[in-house]
């Protein structure tokens, strides 16, 4: 890719190419890209060249069956060309209005056209080493062609009639009907019971009737061919419920995708379960398309979004209720259902909470049982794997991420890092490997979402356990009656931009995508490799995840002391990696270094725990795990209702609990890390003041890598991220001798730090990053990474502006002439002198050539307009009269002129200030590597040389500016955006010595 280079100072060509590392990250953690010794080893090239299954993916939009092979196979060239991964194709047309263009009868999921075009997906996937992953069914929730609401198999609602009766009435008449119509296409519903209770007052909350528990009598056996006669007692007024089990009706998002129309399946029935299955078995699964499917991949499934008028059904509901707590479901339905998903009746507070954690723990389970696992297993036969968003509904998606091979999240729905972390529990305790993500999804902000802005999304969900990456996403080219630029899923939405992105050829800023996708990889790789560490594990009683709630303490104050936490659920309690050894939970896993409960934030933040939990974290606890209980577990009740004594159990086991030493009690939420510091632990990484600062730690057998972003830990932080600038301390987890290294995701770099500080089993080093920038760390053997300088001496403090290893050997930068004074670790001090530096240069004229992007004669293609413009000024493209509607591609380029002083020891970064979206930079006709996206500063190392040196920068912007014009009726809402090379743009010059 890179021509050779005379060398000039020792310095290679090749040594040069971590540019961008100089400023902020490399420049504080002491090395100095231009300076930067590229590795040669096995591990230098396993981050350089990550391969292709850590590289992020695409959601693939398709249009249903309305989709040409070889156009398939075209954009699968184009997405791995691009430097991708892999594609997951879904059927998702939310912006076509007239679903009858897309001719489901006979292009229709499912149809013979859409098997057609997996077959060539997955054919010329394998041939450029791609994955692919299919969806479970036409768009979302799960659904099958030719069910119906009717049907076993079909998802159930439980709907419910209500009739008010004051003390002494009667009532004579039809069985109260449902409040709310049954959804079109359901014809049958069936009466499940009918209850009486007693409105009691005292219960009642702003939303909810309140009703007396011990007052429910139940009438189903006196109704008679549907009519119900009924006198209420004396006293008070009553109420009439009655219960119907009936189809939700539901179909897939933005259908018909199907002929016949696919109906959402039960999702907590066998029944469901196998409608799915047998549907793939008896009308998808041809012989060659099994043969395929070896090949590996996932199926789909995305977040579980039922929606019912009443309250989410399945008929085993009640039997196994009564299964998993000993006592009846119907008593307890009063206080269950729903109207549009709110709550109708409530008895006691308390009362009413343990009965809805027990009914939901049971839809959790048989969620888990029989949609989760069984569709997993299901997978596993045909040689794939199971992907899925278990979230969207009252269950324990904590425990369903340790069922699935790959957990999902969303950078959409989820608004705290905490809601991935939920997820990374379960994923590590199960010892599997990969937490995905759907990511970029941003409403209103189709052909205006900047790889600027995704960047910054995704930083802080890689440090909460993200680790794979399906970018939301890439449409297929057309579509009947789309206009330029093509079929987009989301967009129009409602009339107006929608949901962003349709990545691809189509965008400008595709000419430098794979920048971004070998920058991902990169961090998928190294977040991908050996285990998964957390400082500690917090138990929730209840798993849900989506929800926004974090950790109380941990959230606020632990994090940003650099604290990392996953969160477990019981379930997670049982599994093998279970258990403690030298204080440490799961030791071959995430190797928790305590474990924190407090109430449960989903009820009321209540001191709860269930008896069998309590028991079991009493035995981790026996086994030598601290525990740090928060809140008033002394007087903790259960989360669910408790039998005759169990109350009582369960205190007498947390008293238990709380007599051994290494357990400790707080009430105040300030005391937590003090009773968290008396008990030994510590954060991996540690900073003497708070910080914005977050990171990931993973161990393998030769390193441990720490991933570091300056990012917000949730989105209600304020105020905004800031620059960082300080001293961070990492623990080395390996014996023996190991140094740092700095890995640069965006271009493959792997160098030797040259300046930082030991102190046992800790490094100390310098970090400065911008909002949203991240960095990587590896502590590992002298030589992993293939560099040249073993165990030399390196620096501990140095008053020049970096100190770094070069091909010459420890080198100081400084960017003005003077004497330097350098403490080296072997404990002797260097003086070193350097010559002088020019001034910063800002350059004082640009010529830019723009190729502006205009709708072509059909939907899928683009003229270019070729545009000169010469600056002055640097200005966004959208201050610039001939640019002002413009958008493509623009190529700034100016001369600088350095001195005749200017020697093989000078060089120079370029601060290219503010530019979007995506840029390249080239000097003097050689293209340099990727920088950084949110740090634009560019180190030029060797290329410049005395006299005229000519610099180019290349930058690509969003279409949106150009479709405000060019499609007014659905862009023209959205604001002008500033785009282009705004600055400042600055050359700092700088000049090297070795130090003796």
């Given at each position: 890719?890179?021509?050779?280079?005379?060398?000039?100072?020792?310095?290679?060509?090749?040594?040069?190419?971590?540019?961008?590392?100089t400023?902020?990250?490399?420049?504080?953690?002491?090395?100095?890209?231009?300076?930067?010794?590229?590795?040669?080893?096995?591990?230098?090239?396993?981050?350089a060249?990550p391969?292709?299954s850590?590289?992020p993916?695409?959601?693939?939009w398709?249009?249903?069956?309305l989709?040409?092979?070889d156009?398939?196979?075209?954009?699968?060239?184009q997405?791995?060309?691009?430097?991708?991964?892999?594609?997951?194709i879904?059927?998702?047309?939310?912006?076509?209005?007239?679903?009858?263009?897309?001719?489901?009868?006979?292009?229709?999921?499912?149809?013979?056209p859409?098997?057609?075009?997996?077959?060539?997906?997955?054919?010329?996937?394998?041939?450029?080493?791609?994955?692919?992953?299919?969806?479970l069914?036409?768009?979302?929730?799960?659904?099958v062609?030719g069910?119906?609401?009717?049907?076993?198999?079909?998802a159930?609602?439980?709907?419910?009639?209500?009739?008010?009766?004051?003390?002494g009435?009667?009532?004579?008449?039809?069985?109260?009907?449902?409040?709310h119509a049954?959804?079109?296409?359901v014809?049958?519903?069936?009466?499940?019971?009918?209850?009486?209770?007693?409105v009691?007052?005292?219960n009642s909350?702003?939303?909810?009737?309140?009703l007396?528990?011990?007052?429910?009598?139940?009438?189903?056996?006196t109704v008679?061919?549907?009519?119900?006669?009924?006198?209420?007692?004396?006293g008070?007024?009553?109420v009439?419920?009655?219960?119907?089990?009936?189809?939700?009706?539901?179909?897939?998002?933005?259908?018909?995708?199907?002929?016949?129309?696919?109906?959402?399946?039960?999702?907590?029935s066998?029944?469901?379960?196998?409608?799915?299955?047998?549907?793939?078995?008896?009308?998808?699964l041809?012989?060659s398309?099994?043969?395929?499917?070896?090949?590996?991949?996932?199926?789909?499934e995305?977040?579980?979004?039922?929606?019912?008028?009443?309250?989410?059904?399945?008929?085993?509901l009640?039997?196994?209720?009564?299964k998993h707590?000993?006592r009846?479901?119907?008593?307890y339905?009063?206080a269950?259902?729903?109207d549009?998903s709110?709550?109708?009746?409530?008895?006691?507070?308390?009362f009413?909470?343990?009965?809805?954690?027990?009914f939901?723990?049971t839809?959790?389970?048989?969620?888990?049982?029989?949609?989760l696992?069984?569709?997993?297993?299901?997978?596993?036969?045909?040689?794939?794997t199971?992907?899925s968003?278990?979230?969207?509904?009252?269950?324990?998606?904590?425990?369903?991420?340790?069922?699935?091979d790959?957990p999902?999240?969303?950078?959409?729905g989820?608004?705290?890092?905490d809601?991935y972390?939920?997820?990374?529990?379960?994923?590590?305790?199960?010892?599997?490997?990969?937490?995905s993500?759907?990511?970029g999804?941003?409403?209103?902000?189709?052909y205006?979402?900047?790889?600027?802005?995704?960047?910054?999304?995704m930083?802080?969900?890689?440090?909460?356990?993200?680790?794979?990456?399906?970018?939301?996403?890439?449409?297929?080219?057309?579509?009947?009656g789309?206009?330029?630029?093509?079929?987009?899923?989301?967009?129009?939405?409602?009339?107006?931009?929608?949901?962003?992105?349709?990545w691809?050829?189509?965008?400008?800023?595709?000419?430098?995508?794979?920048?971004?996708?070998g920058?991902l990889?990169?961090?998928?790789?190294?977040?991908q490799?050996?285990?998964?560490?957390?400082?500690?594990?917090?138990?929730?009683?209840?798993?849900?995840t989506?929800?926004?709630i974090g950790?109380?303490w941990f959230?606020?104050?632990?994090?940003?002391?650099?604290?990392?936490?996953?969160?477990?659920?019981?379930?997670l309690?049982?599994l093998?990696?279970?258990?403690?050894?030298?204080?440490?939970?799961?030791?071959?896993?995430p190797?928790?270094?305590?474990?924190?409960?407090?109430?449960?934030?989903?009820?009321?933040?209540?001191?709860?725990?269930?008896?069998?939990?309590?028991?079991?974290?009493?035995?981790?606890?026996?086994?030598?795990?601290?525990?740090?209980l928060?809140?008033?577990?002394?007087?903790?009740?259960?989360?669910?209702?408790?039998?005759?004594g169990?109350t009582?159990?369960?205190?007498?086991?947390?008293?238990?609990?709380?007599?051994?030493?290494?357990?400790v009690?707080?009430?105040?939420?300030?005391?937590?890390?003090?009773?968290?510091?008396?008990?030994?632990?510590?954060?991996d990484?540690?900073?003497?003041?708070?910080s914005t600062?977050?990171?990931?730690?993973r161990v393998?057998?030769?390193?441990?890598?720490?991933?570091?972003?300056?990012?917000?830990h949730?989105?209600?932080v304020?105020?905004?991220?800031?620059?960082?600038?300080?001293?961070v301390?990492?623990r080395r987890?390996?014996?023996?001798?190991?140094?740092?290294?700095?890995?640069?995701?965006w271009?493959?770099e792997?160098?030797?730090?040259?300046?930082?500080?030991e102190?046992?089993?800790?490094?100390?080093?310098?970090v400065?990053?911008?909002?949203g920038?991240?960095?990587i760390?590896?502590?590992?053997?002298?030589?992993?990474?293939?560099?040249?300088?073993?165990?030399?001496a390196?620096?501990?403090?140095?008053?020049?502006?970096?100190?770094?290893?070069?091909?010459?050997?420890?080198?100081?930068?400084a960017?003005?002439?003077?004497?330097?004074?350098?403490?080296?670790?072997?404990?002797?001090?260097?003086?070193?002198?350097?010559p002088?530096?020019?001034?910063?240069?800002?350059p004082?004229?640009?010529e830019l050539?723009?190729?502006?992007?205009?709708?072509?004669?059909?939907?899928?293609?683009?003229?270019h307009?070729?545009?000169?413009?010469?600056?002055?000024?640097?200005r966004p493209?959208s201050?610039?009269?001939?640019?002002a509607?413009?958008?493509g591609?623009?190529?700034?380029?100016?001369?600088?002129?350095?001195?005749?002083?200017w020697?093989s020891?000078h060089g120079?970064?370029?601060?290219?200030?503010?530019?979007?979206?995506?840029?390249r930079?080239?000097?003097?006709?050689?293209?340099?590597?990727?920088?950084?996206?949110?740090?634009?500063?560019?180190?030029?190392?060797?290329?410049?040389?005395?006299?005229?040196?000519?610099?180019?920068?290349?930058?690509?912007?969003p279409?949106?500016?150009?479709?405000?014009v060019?499609?007014?009726?659905?862009?023209?809402g959205?604001a002008?955006?500033d785009?282009?090379?705004?600055?400042?743009?600055?050359?700092?010059?700088?000049?090297?010595?070795?130090?003796?």
């Open positions: 890719m890179h021509e050779a280079n005379p060398q000039r100072d020792g310095i290679s060509r090749r040594t040069v190419l971590a540019a961008g590392l400023a902020g990250a490399a420049l504080a953690l002491g090395v100095g890209a231009s300076s930067a010794v590229a590795g040669t080893g096995a591990a230098a090239d396993w981050f060249a391969a292709r850590v590289r993916r695409f959601r693939w398709w249009p249903d069956g989709v040409d092979p156009e398939i196979a075209r954009e699968i060239d997405i791995a060309d691009a430097g991708f991964g892999g594609v997951e879904a059927a998702v047309h939310h912006s076509i209005k007239d679903k009858s263009v897309l001719d489901t009868a006979h292009h229709g999921w499912g149809s013979r859409w098997r057609d075009g997996v077959e060539a997906a997955l054919r010329r996937a394998a041939r450029r080493g791609l994955t692919v992953d299919l969806t069914g036409p768009s979302w929730p799960v659904a062609p069910l119906t609401p009717d049907d076993d198999a079909a159930k609602e439980l709907a419910h009639g209500r009739a008010l009766l004051t003390g009435s009667t009532y004579q008449g039809p069985v109260p009907p449902p409040v049954a959804a079109a296409g014809t049958r519903q069936q009466l499940l019971a009918v209850q009486a209770v007693r009691e007052p005292a909350t702003r939303k909810e009737t309140g007396d528990p011990d007052s429910v009598q139940d009438l189903t056996a008679t061919d549907s009519t119900l006669t009924w006198t209420a007692p004396d008070g007024d009553w009439l419920i009655s219960y119907w089990v009936r189809g939700s009706g539901q179909q897939p998002e933005s259908g018909p995708h199907s002929a016949p129309a696919a109906y959402a399946v039960d999702h907590f066998p029944a469901g379960t196998t409608a799915v299955t047998s549907y793939w078995q008896d009308h998808l041809t012989p398309l099994r043969r395929l499917l070896r090949a590996g991949g996932s199926f789909f995305d977040s579980v979004e039922l929606e019912t008028d009443g309250l989410t059904w399945t008929p085993q009640p039997e196994a209720f009564e707590t000993g009846p479901l119907l008593p339905l009063p269950l259902v729903l549009n709110n709550q109708v009746f409530a008895f006691e507070a308390q009413t909470r343990q009965i809805r954690h027990d939901w723990e839809v959790s389970g048989l969620f888990n049982r029989n949609h696992t069984a569709l997993r297993d299901w997978a596993h036969s045909l040689g794939m199971l992907r968003q278990p979230y969207g509904l009252q269950t324990d998606a904590i425990a369903s991420a340790a069922i699935l790959i999902e999240g969303e950078s959409l989820f608004k705290n890092l809601d972390r939920c997820l990374a529990g379960g994923r590590d305790m199960a010892g599997r490997t990969v937490l993500c759907e990511a999804a941003y409403n209103g902000s189709a205006s979402t900047t790889w600027d802005r995704f960047l910054r999304t930083g802080g969900a890689y440090a909460a356990g993200v680790n794979q990456t399906v970018v939301h996403g890439f449409s297929y080219a057309t579509a009947p789309v206009n330029w630029p093509g079929f987009a899923a989301f967009s129009p939405y409602n009339g107006t931009a929608g949901y962003g992105e349709s691809g050829p189509r965008q400008p800023t595709w000419r430098h995508v794979e920048d971004i996708s920058y990889g990169r961090v998928h790789q190294v977040l490799t050996g285990t998964a560490r957390a400082d500690v594990a917090v138990f929730r009683q209840t798993g849900y989506a929800t926004g950790a109380s959230t606020a104050t632990g994090v940003p002391l650099g604290l990392t936490h996953q969160f477990l659920s019981g379930p309690l049982d093998p990696s279970a258990t403690v050894s030298d204080g440490r939970l799961a030791p071959d896993g190797a928790y270094k305590a474990l924190f409960v407090e109430g449960d934030f989903f009820y009321g933040s209540t001191p709860t725990l269930a008896v069998e939990d309590a028991r079991k974290i009493l035995a981790l606890a026996e086994g030598g795990l601290p525990v740090v928060f809140g008033a577990f002394d007087q903790a009740l259960t989360p669910g209702v408790p039998d005759q169990e009582d159990r369960l205190r007498d086991i947390l008293a238990r609990l709380l007599t051994l030493p290494h357990v009690r707080v009430t105040d939420k300030a005391a937590v890390g003090d009773a968290l510091a008396g008990l030994g632990v510590s954060a990484v540690r900073h003497a003041t708070a600062l977050l990171n990931a730690h393998t057998a030769d390193a441990d890598f720490y991933y570091l972003c300056n990012g917000k949730a989105e209600t304020k105020p905004p991220v800031a620059a960082i600038d300080h001293d301390t990492l987890t390996h014996g023996g001798r190991t140094v740092p290294y700095l890995l640069d995701p271009t493959g792997a160098v030797r730090l040259a300046r930082y500080t102190d046992g089993a800790d490094i100390t080093l310098r400065t990053l911008q909002p920038q991240t960095t760390v590896a502590l590992g053997r002298p030589g992993l990474f293939g560099d040249h300088h073993g165990t030399s390196h620096a501990e403090a140095t008053d020049a502006d970096a100190v770094l290893f070069t091909e010459r050997g420890l080198t100081l930068r960017r003005t002439a003077g004497t330097w004074t350098t403490r080296l670790s072997q404990g002797r001090t260097a003086t070193t002198r350097t002088a530096v020019p001034a910063p240069i800002t004082a004229r640009w050539e723009v190729e502006d992007w205009y709708p072509g004669p059909d939907a899928t293609r683009t003229e307009v070729r545009r000169s413009v010469t600056l002055e000024t640097l493209w201050q610039i009269p001939e640019l509607d413009s958008a591609i623009g190529r700034y380029r100016t001369t600088v002129t350095l001195p005749a002083g020697t020891s120079s970064e370029l601060e290219l200030g503010q530019v979007s979206d995506t840029f930079v080239s000097v003097n006709g050689r293209r340099l590597p990727a920088a950084d996206r949110l740090h634009p500063v560019v180190d030029l190392g060797p290329f410049l040389r005395r006299g005229e040196n000519t610099l180019e920068i290349e930058v690509a912007t279409l949106i500016n150009r479709l405000r060019a499609q007014p009726t659905v862009f023209g959205v002008r955006q785009h282009g090379l705004v600055g400042p743009v600055r050359l700092v010059p700088y000049v090297q010595a070795v130090v003796r």
